[in-house]
């Protein structure tokens, strides 16, 4: 009933019409138009299920669809998850939350987007808190037959609570409210094209500038100006790796609700202080939240454009509605990013759905725009990043910035996610999560419990999407003062400088990966391949990495493999092509299982046979004229070329055509060769200076 035709979308993308769908949706809301280039560049696909193979059916509460699913199918996706990994035969219900207990879909960044190990991909675009039951609904079927379909009655309670395969097994999406949804199946053939296609519909991933791709130190919630150059300044003197220094609350005049005005006491001369800090090479980054202060200039202009409940005594902007994001985003773009601020850090845009006392707005709230409170929590954190985004995009600034809350087709927004939740089991676990459906994790270091720990977790921050230090309410770096507890009393603990250098070379793995981050994100940009990303997604018929939450690939050549405090030796699976240890050099052949021994200081980290892989010397901070010294290490004989992306690596210009791609080729009868071409006549931001083969 009420099923459209197949409509093909773009190449390899078609939408299934279901019933009445819901005027505001995502897609209503989409940020950026589909590539449409890149997507016909993919390998031609076919729809991977037929409108004929769907049920669909509408009720007093909403509707329900029904997809088809194979024997032995393995989903994923569903946006951020800290808990679960592999989604086969759980429910996930798809609500913001920031609450990251569970494992039934509640997230930072839920999406109604799932991928199949089978080569497919699916959204359905709706902003309701929609459940998808992924084959572990049984259906009742008549009087005097089990539910695996044969005829004989169960003959005892554990007979008829026994676990059944079901004849046929579906993917069940309720969707309350809703009378109808549109449904976007993305071909492949294989899993990760799904993926491409996916994020190339939302628009493509994010190009962070290249100082994103360094380290974010965010300072002591009650620091002054003083206080906080201090801590810049000593960052620099101990050359502790660091690009942007964030503020906390203290910054304001008021932050629950928020002023968004500096608070003079602390910020007596906030121009002097941003000019201090950008001259040391610093970016700057201002945490706020959008719910505004009767105090603040934009508690006015935005009364009218606000929703009908308050948060924190403050409004709640209605940010889908032009009159509330051209004032936010306005105020923004001349208040702080046109006086040197490069990026913010969006807190408190998720919901409370699991607290008996929630401090966000209610479901039953109501905006002009039409939205109501359930579709507002969906959409609110993915709206907020499009202001801010706006605000600098309109100054020609590029960010990278820190959000707690998104949603679907959320790819073309420069921000990385963040939690309050901090177990390091699932901070890795966000790191493939999130790439399976378009969004960025930070799994951001802050107090430790012993300097291991700090070692271990500061290992997976340097290789992830984005690596921050969050002492927010810490007063010293944490390398200095590792426990919560002893952190206000401004002692040192004893033997912290053998703790700071080794913390710094922890640190300096990240800067020297730059070139390399850099261009996996240039992939990301342009061909939708998620930078960090699962093994399954690269090897989705290899049943081995279906389960592996805890390693992950970066780019096309490395492979991470987290280690977590108390462990001296990691089991690590290779898949099929050869490895080599990036420490060591040693060989490894892939497709099995290797006991892996690590010292505190080092972290499990492999490379393909066959890459060139750009490593340059580590940077203190990337400036606007900083040029990487890169050292091309040749793994294996017949290396692939690999591509360097150039470009001026600040600003937005590189979206006109301003950048290059730059070719390194290695033989072993001519050796490395260099070749760029592109459309970028600027200072190159690299410098080949070495050539060194390995195996
Ligand atoms: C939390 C946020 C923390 C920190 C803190 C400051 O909501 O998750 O990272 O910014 O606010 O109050």
């Known amino acids: ?149 044969s005829a004989a009655a169960a003959a005892s309670t554990e007979e008829l609570y026994k676990p059944r395969e079901l004849a046929s097994k579906m993917m069940v999406v309720d ?28 628009g493509g991933g994010v190009l962070p500038p290249l100082w994103g791709l360094g380290v974010f130190y965010r300072a002591y919630t009650k620091s002054t100006a003083d206080d906080v150059t201090s801590i810049a300044e000593d960052l620099r003197q101990n050359g502790i790796p660091c690009d942007v220094m964030g503020l906390e609350p203290g910054w304001q005049s008021a932050a629950y609700s928020c002023s968004f005005s500096w608070g003079k006491e602390r910020w007596p001369d906030t121009q002097g202080f941003i000019d201090h800090m ?43 509605d032009a009159g509330a994001r051209d004032t936010f985003c306005q105020y923004h773009q001349e208040q702080f990013v046109n006086n040197g601020i490069s990026g913010f850090k969006l807190d408190e845009c998720d919901n409370q759905p699991l607290s008996a006392r929630p401090w966000s707005f209610p479901e039953l709230s109501q905006f002009g725009s039409g939205l109501d409170g359930e579709q507002m929590h969906s959409l609110f954190g993915l709206l907020y990043q499009q202001v ?3 605000s600098l995009r ?33 901070f890795v676990r966000g790191i493939l999560t999130s790439g399976f459906s378009g969004v960025l994790w930070s799994p951001e270091v802050r107090e430790s419990e012993s300097v291991e720990e700090l070692y271990r977790r500061l290992q997976s921050s340097v290789l992830s999407a984005q690596t921050v230090i969050n002492a927010w309410y810490l007063k010293s770096p944490p390398w200095r003062q590792i426990e919560t507890e002893k952190n206000c009393n401004g002692e040192y603990m004893p033997g912290w400088e053998e703790v700071e250098q080794r913390c710094r070379r922890i640190l300096q793995l990240r800067m020297r990966l730059i070139p390399y981050l850099y261009s996996s994100f240039a992939e990301y940009r342009y061909k939708g391949i998620p930078p960090f990303r699962a093994l399954v997604v690269d090897y989705p018929d290899d049943p081995q990495t279906y389960n592996l939450d805890n390693e992950y690939l970066i780019g096309n050549s490395l492979l991470a493999a987290p280690v977590f405090a108390g462990e001296t030796a990691r089991t690590v699976y290779l898949p099929a092509c050869g490895w080599y240890d990036f420490w060591t050099h040693s060989k490894y052949e892939g497709g099995r299982e290797y006991e892996i021994s690590v010292d505190q200081e080092h972290v499990p980290l492999f490379v393909r046979a066959g890459t060139i892989l750009p490593l340059a010397e580590p940077l203190e901070y990337v400036g606007p004229d900083s040029v990487f010294d890169v050292a091309c290490l040749v793994f294996g004989m017949s290396p692939s070329p690999t591509t360097l992306y150039d470009d001026d690596g600040v600003s937005l210009d590189y979206e006109n055509g301003l950048q290059n791609a730059i070719t390194l080729s290695w033989t072993p009868e001519s050796g490395g060769s260099i070749a760029s071409q592109g459309g970028f006549s600027g200072k190159s931001r690299y410098r080949v200076v070495d050539w060194k083969t390995i195996g």
């Open 278 to 320: 950008r001259g040391m090479g610093y970016q700057l980054n201002l945490w706020e939240h959008a719910f505004t202060h009767p105090s603040s200039p934009l508690f006015e202009p935005l009364k009218d454009h606000s929703g009908d409940h308050l948060v924190w005594g403050g409004l709640v902007p209605d940010f889908a």
């Open 1 to 149: 009933m009420g099923i459209a035709a197949a409509e093909r979308v773009e190449s390899g993308i078609w939408r299934i019409r279901l019933g009445e769908p819901e005027e505001l949706t995502p897609v209503r809301f989409r940020t950026a138009e589909p590539m449409s280039e890149a997507l016909s560049a993919l390998p031609g696909c076919e729809l991977p299920f037929t409108e004929e193979s769907i049920n669909f059916r509408t009720s007093r509460r909403g509707c329900v669809l029904e997809l088809p699913l194979v024997p032995g199918e393995q989903i994923y996706g569903f946006g951020l998850n800290l808990r679960a990994f592999n989604c086969t035969d759980t429910r996930k219900t798809i609500r913001v939350s920031d609450d990251q207990t569970g494992d039934a879909g509640d997230s930072h960044a839920p999406a109604p987007f799932y991928v199949s190990n089978k080569g497919y991909a699916v959204f359905v675009d709706t902003a309701r808190y929609a459940n998808f039951y992924c084959g572990n609904l049984s259906k009742a079927v008549s009087a005097g037959s089990t539910n695996n379909g």
């Open 175 to 202: 969707v309350p409210v809703a009378q109808g949804v549109d449904l976007y199946v993305f071909g492949g053939p294989a899993m990760q094209q799904a993926i491409q296609r996916y994020i190339l519909f939302s």
């Open 388 to 390: 801010m985004n706006a």
């Open 394 to 426: 309109k100054s020609n600034v590029r960010t990278y910035s820190k959000v707690r809350a998104s949603h679907v087709l959320a790819s073309p927004l420069p921000f990385a996610l963040y939690s309050d939740a901090y177990n390091h089991r699932d």
